[in-house]
């Protein structure tokens, strides 16, 4: 008994179970249905990734100018290389170019400044406030012996993140209140909130969009005119505000009866009872899905296209009808489509980051 | 302060009439802002000369759609144009939901696959298009098409019959024959006769205890009736291929390039949130499940449909209802790569017309629709599912 005991102790598992071929033996090749997958899909890995490094690296062109590509079998990097300044800043005056460059650069320091959950209190709130109001003055110039740039001029990156930045930081507090009237008892109110949280869900944004450049300019009266970029950016507000609506009611409906009852018992008023009681716990339920907003809206700011605003997308699309940069869509459009996944992709690694430590906090 | 039960209380501080002034003050407020702006409007549209109303609708459209099933000229109406978009827009929603739940129920389940390759590949795949915007993707594919692809005399031919040029994709059909009528009818009788069949066979297994192999029975059905009928009608097999004639091809059915573009995009990137959708709801479902069903003698079959689906299909189907919605909604960018979608059209018509309101008016009326009916449909399906749940 004793002798199979320290026997076995010394046996070592065999070799086909520990290491690589352990491991691929246990997550690819167990049964042969996997078996067969596996090798069906490194087929088609094979037959898609070498050729594909050898298009976008191996014989790809980078030099910035135009008429080396039609040579070469591989990437014409070139269309990128060449306009970039154009790509990220549209029609943005080109010896200023820095301004909106450093403003990108601030809004990154700010959105790094702020991962850490520590910080979040009224300070950051006011970082924040005088954060985005550089970058408008960074941006829009006239002030402090800035030289002043017509937003016409706005393109590029910039206008991307100021459209979905300044959409989401406006449409917060639009969504809170819509959500705070459709949970309360007066039905004048809760019936106005619910029409119109549910008409914006209804329809695409680009019909928002139309209406901004076709319809508000009616709503006006003689003579007053606003600006494409601010009429897009309030029909971007608008519809976001719908959405953290719905997200926000979720977070209000998370929270127990219990607390509205003793805030209720202590006196505390309506408004009270929601700045100091509800909200600050329901708003932190609702973070992670926030951002996934935040992250849609990125996403949808790019629909301005279609109403002829020079945001990131139609900066390329103009570089592309150059007869130069014809025919070169596909690494113009890669380049775009990198720039969008990064930005996306490290806010909902965020969000799910997020998702976990304040999930372990409930418990 | 104590005993203030019989005194009247102040006018304000009475939560139940405060709460009626706030409402009228709302109503006013709506009331106010809603006669200004109509009030400006109308002005601007007399100064401009824009008449309001519908009548624009009976006008001559003056333009010519790509596209389209039903027989459209641009002598047509404007009503007939939007018509027109309007199916476009059906089509390409309905085709594109159906490949985008086998597309992403493919993938949400490879997602949970043991096997690491495809697992890993199914996640990137999803986490790759989830972060890309749509309408980027749409302009991806649509410069593929017109770029990359060659013309159609070097047009790529994957299947025989199958050719994918810059001109779109185009396919041999069978040429038209009465037998083939006859078989829909047989396969639609098929299914109907299941459906009472399956019911039948429920309502006796409850009673009787007697059970019967109604999905066997079903299957030689719907796949036996078309085939009989189509026997029955002579069997005819001639086809009606694409041939290259000059520089397109005649014959067989073309797809063009905005419509495969349109779907293209639509599909992969509705699929990998469908896939997420997917892959929770399985999750959801505990292995405990599994193991009870198999535990009292449920066969493979028996477990998936009697335990697993209905459990997981319970978390799936609204958020699923919810991306069909949105990939509907988002076939309105076609009209950013010129496929005539409802969008497409009634900008095309703001423009000649000038009737702004109206045009974006019922832009959102048509996707309202979409919006309430779907809505109607999930509220529908809780209650049949809150039935279920004991």
């Known amino acids: 008994m004793s002798k199979i005991e320290t026997a076995s102790a010394t046996i070592k598992p065999p070799k086909t179970n520990i290491g690589i071929v352990g491991w691929s033996r246990a997550h690819l090749f167990n049964g042969w249905i996997n078996s067969a997958l596996t090798l069906f899909v490194l087929y088609g890995l094979y037959k898609v990734v070498p050729p594909f490094i050898n298009w976008a690296f191996l014989h790809a062109n980078w030099a910035p100018v135009s008429g080396t590509c039609s040579e070469s079998s591989g990437a014409c990097w070139s269309v990128v290389t060449a306009n970039i300044r154009f790509i990220l800043f549209g029609f943005y005056p080109h010896n200023l170019q820095w301004r909106p460059l450093l403003a990108i650069v601030i809004l990154v320091l700010l959105l790094f400044f702020s991962q850490n959950r520590k910080r979040w209190n009224m300070k950051l709130l006011y970082i924040w406030t005088a954060g985005l109001f550089i970058m408008g003055v960074l941006l829009k110039g006239g002030l402090f012996g800035l030289e002043s740039v017509e937003t016409d001029n706005w393109g590029g990156l910039p206008l991307t993140l100021l459209l979905s930045v300044f959409g989401l930081a406006a449409a917060y507090p639009v969504g809170i209140l819509l959500a705070l009237g459709r949970q309360c008892r007066m039905p004048v109110i809760r019936s106005f909130c619910v029409v119109y949280i549910e008409l914006i869900r209804g329809v695409p944004l680009i019909s928002l969009l139309f209406m901004s450049s076709v319809v508000f300019p009616l709503f006006l009266p003689e003579g007053v005119v606003i600006n494409k970029i601010l009429r897009a950016q309030i029909a971007i507000i608008l519809f976001t505000a719908a959405y953290i609506a719905e997200v926000v009611r979720g977070g209000l409906q998370g929270i127990n009866k219990g607390h509205y009852e003793a805030a209720e018992s202590l006196g505390l008023n309506y408004f009270q009872t929601m700045r100091l009681v509800i909200l600050p716990q329901a708003l932190k339920i609702v973070i992670p899905p926030s951002v996934s907003i935040l992250i849609s809206a990125f996403k949808d700011t790019s629909l301005v296209v279609i109403i002829a605003l020079y945001d990131l997308l139609k900066t390329t699309q103009s570089t592309l009808t150059d007869p130069k940069w014809m025919g070169y869509s596909s690494e113009a459009y890669i380049f775009v489509a990198c720039i969008y996944f990064v930005c996306c992709f490290a806010m909902s690694n965020y969000s799910r980051k997020l998702e976990k430590e304040l999930d372990t906090d409930r418990r | ?390």
């Open chain 2, 1 to 390: 302060m104590d005993t203030a039960s019989s005194e009247k209380i102040p006018f304000l501080r009475d939560p139940e009439k405060r709460a009626l002034l706030y409402q009228i003050f709302t109503v006013l407020g709506v009331a106010l802002l809603s006669y200004y702006l109509i009030s400006n409007t109308l002005a601007n549209l007399e100064r401009q000369s824009i008449s309001t109303g519908f009548g624009f609708l009976h006008k001559e459209a003056a333009f010519e759609i790509g596209e389209s099933v039903l027989d459209y000229s641009a002598a047509d109406s404007y009503g007939k144009a939007l018509l027109v978009g309007f199916i476009n827009t059906l089509i390409v929603s309905f085709i594109g939901i159906v490949l985008t739940v086998i597309l992403g129920t493919i993938i949400g389940i490879a997602r949970l696959s043991s096997n690491w390759l495809v697992s890993k590949l199914s996640a990137s795949y999803i986490e790759l298009f989830q972060d890309i915007p749509v309408l980027l993707q749409l302009f991806f594919w649509y410069a593929f098409f017109y770029e990359i692809l060659p013309a159609p005399k070097q047009a790529l031919n994957p299947v025989t019959g199958v050719f994918l040029s810059n001109r779109g994709l185009v396919f041999g059909v069978p040429e038209y024959h009465p037998a083939y009528l006859a078989a829909l009818t047989a396969l639609i009788v098929a299914i109907i006769a299941g459906i009472i069949l399956k019911k039948w066979a429920h309502r006796r297994q409850d009673t009787t205890g007697k059970s019967l192999p109604t999905g066997k029975i079903i299957t030689a059905m719907v796949i036996g009736l078309p085939l009989l009928a189509w026997l029955l009608g002579g069997a005819p097999t001639a086809m009606n291929t694409p041939v290259l004639k000059g520089f397109n091809f005649k014959g067989g059915v073309t797809v063009t390039p905005e419509f495969t573009a349109l779907l293209l995009g639509l599909v992969l990137y509705t699929a990998a949130f469908v896939a997420e959708i997917v892959r929770a709801g399985i999750q959801s479902v505990s292995k405990g499940q599994q193991e009870a069903a198999v535990s009292i003698g449920l066969k493979p079959g028996q477990v998936l449909n009697l335990v697993i689906l209905p459990q997981a299909l319970r978390v799936i189907v609204p958020p699923l209802t919810s991306q069909m919605l949105n990939l509907t909604k988002n076939s309105s960018l076609a009209v950013a790569i010129g496929y005539p979608d409802f969008v497409s059209v009634a900008g095309t018509t703001i423009n000649q017309t000038g009737q702004a309101i109206e045009g974006v008016g019922l832009i959102m009326i048509v996707y309202l629709i979409f919006s309430l009916s779907t809505s109607a449909f999930m509220n529908w399906y809780n209650k049949k599912i809150k039935l279920v749940e004991r």
